[in-house]
T-cell receptor, first 112, second 115 residues
Framework: GQQVMQIPQYQHVQEGEDFTTYCNSS?????IQWYKQRPGGHPVFLIQ?????EVKKQKRLTFQFGEAKKNSSLHITATQTTDVGTYFC????????????FGAGTILRVKS | ETGVTQTPRHLVMGMTNKKSLKCEQHLGHNAMYWYKQSAKKPLELMFVYSLEERVENNSVPSRFSPECPNSSHLFLHLHTLQPEDSALYLC??????????????FGSGTRLTVV
């Protein structure tokens, strides 16, 4: 079945440093979604990318969808302690595309 | 509140107990899901209910039984669970694929401990 791989598994950065997490799918995706889960919390939807090569920004967060629609990245500029959490990518699967398959996530810790 | 309400927030149950998890959404979504989140494992999709498809996930043990009486409510009935079933159980909802799906809205989850 479809697999979504994410790297790195874990990253510990100094506050103010940049952070990037990468997502790769075993199949071409119709879209890719990103979620953030704070420690002790639940996943919260951040964004959905649909078009090949699409780039979207949300303040210090930049999301990119690869040209082949099989990979994606999330880049955070100048991390802050509020960025702490686990970042997940997810892609649709199944006949109707109504099943989201999640990557294992990247845990971000920020040292102040 | 996320718009998706899960109860209870915490549950401790013995292996011989029967309990149910409840999920409710009033976002106008017509697809609902159960996910299991265990330590050091990706989010695992357990069940999907949508207008287009009702999926009984064959890899989920029969001791988990879903029920979706309408598009706003979803239950997960539990019986004779094992300690390895201890996890965070997350309910989510979304627009159906016919409506562009979009992102999932997750509930706060039920932290289940099986003793």
């Amino acid at each position: 079945g479809q697999q979504v791989m994410q790297i790195p598994q874990y990253q510990h950065v100094q506050e103010g440093e940049d952070f990037t997490t990468y997502c790769n799918s075993s199949t071409t995706l119709s879209n890719i979604q990103w979620y953030k889960q704070r420690p002790g919390g639940h996943p919260v939807f951040l964004i959905q990318l649909v078009k090949s090569g699409e780039v979207k920004k949300q303040k210090r967060l930049t999301f990119q969808f690869g040209e082949a629609k099989k990979n994606s990245s999330l880049h955070i500029t100048a991390t802050q302690t509020t960025d702490v959490g686990t970042y997940f990518c997810a892609g649709p699967s199944g006949e109707y595309g109504n099943k989201l398959v999640f990557g294992a996530g990247t845990i971000l810790r920020v040292k102040s | 509140e996320t718009g998706v309400t899960q109860t209870p927030r915490h549950l401790v149950m013995g292996m011989t107990n029967k309990k149910s998890l409840k999920c409710e959404q009033h976002l106008g979504h017509n697809a609902m899901y159960w996910y299991k989140q265990s330590a050091k494992k990706p989010l695992e999709l357990m069940f999907v209910y949508s207008l287009e498809e009702r999926v009984e996930n064959n890899s989920v043990p029969s001791r988990f039984s879903p029920e979706c009486p309408n598009s706003s409510h979803l239950f997960l009935h539990l019986h004779t669970l094992q300690p390895e079933d201890s996890a965070l159980y997350l309910c989510a909802s979304s627009l159906g694929p016919g409506q562009g799906m979009g992102g999932y809205t997750f509930g706060s989850g039920t932290r289940l401990t099986v003793v």
